[in-house]
């Protein structure tokens, strides 16, 4: 084990995706990711089951401070405050040294189906967060559905504006801008 | 070829669907399948690439009556009331004949991760559906994203309501009843 194992998923990330806008997600292999991250191939394996996984990192994290966010929310809070709270929590998973790898993960997506269809399932899965934890709360499930996706729509954007913004900003305001200007669609909808 | 042909992939559908309740998807292979409707394995491959596209029968159909929906809806018409004209096209999908392969589908859906992803995908081709129609109307994105997600909850519930009902409602009022429960829900949000 190397002095570096505690960072090992982060750099296995990083090498998937410098190897999938290099050579193409298809014809990256799992042996060339682990050797670019300076890593053995076992050691890749103990943290993705295989090489698309690798684009799901931090998904479980964010359901958690989803559901937590939305947990702690006052009891008066409203379906889009919880929402709120939980942008809150999950803004932390968003540190300054994150920021790079936003774009990069886009254009590997954009560039393989494969990868398309694991990020719907990602987006599947926080949704299923926003609405499970706000149903717990005593939401009715179609608001609860429906906040749902305006919470993951919130997210989605934040991020993108996050990582492509000239000036850093803290992904906690840029997070509660795009709800912002979500309300602001949501009025203009009927 | 034989004189079914025109309805093979319903057929091939039907198929499926018995098996994948019967033994498990995983289990199911293509040529039990054919053999099954009554086809032979080369008689699938024409009409789907694997055993999973089965699950997306039907999904370009209902895309492009979706858009035409959209684009057909008077100039005056608001994004939600353009969804609602995309919910009457699409309703045209679901004939009465097909009332019964909801359930199958979303049991069979419940008990594989493969079925699920590729419903997770299916589900983000139809909310890119709407959205793309929408901003084609001159819709800014993030309203045409929200009225997507929308139509999407709607369809979706209301597939699931016109699988289920007792008695045989047509779909389309079914469609438009669950876009009036989501306006209902959607003013509980803030």
């Not at 194992?5 to 995706?17: F, Y």
């Not at 009715?140 to 429906?146: G, K, Q, V």
Request: with cysteine.
């Amino acid at each position: 084990m190397s002095r570096w194992e505690p960072e090992a998923r982060e750099r296995l990330v990083r090498a998937a995706l410098d190897l999938f806008s290099e050579q193409g997600y298809d014809s990256t292999t799992v042996a060339e990711i682990a050797e670019r991250a300076g890593l053995t191939k076992s050691t890749f394996f103990r943290y993705f089951p295989d090489k698309r996984e690798v684009l799901a990192a931090g998904q479980d994290t964010l359901c958690k401070l989803i559901e937590e966010g939305i947990a702690a929310a006052p009891v008066s809070a409203s379906p889009l405050e919880a929402v709120a709270a939980a942008l809150d929590a999950a803004s932390t998973a968003f540190v300054p040294e994150r920021r790079d790898l936003g774009e990069r993960m886009e254009a590997a997506i954009a560039a393989s189906s494969e990868l398309q269809e694991r990020d719907a399932l990602k987006r599947l899965g926080l949704t299923n967060a926003f609405a499970k934890a706000l149903e717990n709360r005593g939401v009715d499930d179609m608001t609860a559905s429906l906040a749902a996706e305006l919470g993951v729509l919130a997210l989605k954007r934040a991020q993108s504006d996050w990582s492509k913004s000239a000036n850093p900003t803290a992904f906690r305001e840029i997070a509660h801008q795009s709800l912002k200007e979500l309300r602001t669609a949501n009025s203009k909808l009927s």
